[in-house]
């Protein structure tokens, strides 16, 4: 167990860290510019990532993987009126557009080894947090009368999972973010339709 | 210009190349072992891929991602009943369990490196070939009346690539189809509907 000091110092080992990959790039990173900028030493480093880079890069992964949820708030947690819907597809979209083709989370999964247990650990986290919210949002306009109870929360949920992981993919291999917008359009107007 | 015959040597040693590269992996194949497969000769090799093993690469990436879409034949090209839409989708979620998680187009594009031109020119002209085609199928439900004419097919068909390659991305970091059958069926649910 860390103290609330050494939870703070991890931190900002770990913060210093996803700076200076996002700034400069995985492949040319040291645990040498992580001690500078976090203005830690050698041995504090290793007092706290014991294993080393490969350690320290799992945790900066777990970092970036909360950031995705936290880029999206507060609108994610608060989608309990059609306009909160729009607002958060208008602040996924503007996100990933400036992202491009640079995602922090990619790089770090694809540096620790996409199939390993560690990475797919963090991304199946990832993917059920947002996905929880996603459902709870549902699930919340459902009770309001807003959505129509035949939806299934947790498959639509999956559903738009799968729609926002493409609509990126193709972002990032095409530059342009008209995948990822038709795709949560379509799926935004799915629950909005009343059926005859 | 190549001749019939020389087109036919092309082929034969693309195909070899891809067979070698299913089973063995694409970091052990060497041009030896294609030679020895598609019985060519060096001199012949480097007569119809006169920069090599990249050269070769990328053709073979052109072929999966032609397999890619003769995978989803004849279903693709005869969207033309709800029938065959859902045989599709049932085509398309038996042949990404199948795969799994190893994608033989995938390794080629990270091979040939994801953000190079070349490799871009190849997903691009996929996904282009691909939507393309869903496009047309709903276009010609639209004609028959099975989807209201409401729907924007481009648009549509944008969004059912997005969730298709969000699926199986999906699939292939988690091992299970969930998200892609989850998001077809969204997708055809809302072709499907009929609002009030």
């Keep these: 167990m ?7 110092t991890r931190g900002r080992i ?3 860290a996803a700076d200076e990959i996002r700034e400069r790039g995985i492949g040319v990173v040291t645990l040498d510019d992580v001690g500078r900028r976090s203005k830690t030493g050698k041995s504090q480093l290793f007092h706290y990532f014991p294993d080393g880079k490969e350690q320290l890069l799992l945790a900066v992964a777990e970092r970036e993987a909360e950031r ?9 947690t608060e989608l309990k009126s059609w306009a909160a ?23 770090l999964i694809t540096e620790i080894g996409r199939h390993t247990p560690a990475a797919q650990a963090v991304t199946a986290k990832l993917l059920t947090q947002w ?16 959505i129509r109870a035949d939806v299934d929360p947790a498959h639509a949920a999956a ?3 799968a729609a926002i992981q493409g609509g990126v993919a193709i972002l990032m291999s095409s530059g342009s973010s008209e995948h990822l917008e038709h ?8 629950l909005r339709i009343r059926p005859s």
């Design 85 to 107: 819907w729009d607002e958060w597809r208008d602040v996924l979209v503007a996100k990933y557009r400036r992202q491009g083709v640079n995602c922090p989370l990619g790089v």
């Design 14 to 16: 770990v913060a210093a």
């Design 183 to 190: 795709a949560l359009d379509l799926c935004l107007d799915y």
């Design 159 to 161: 559903a738009l999972m």
């Design 131 to 146: 996905q929880h919210r996603v459902q709870t949002g549902i699930e919340d306009m459902q009770a309001s009368g807003d």
């Design 68 to 76: 995705v949820i936290e880029d999206q708030e507060p609108q994610l």
């Design 2 to 8: 860390l103290t609330a000091k050494g939870l703070a």
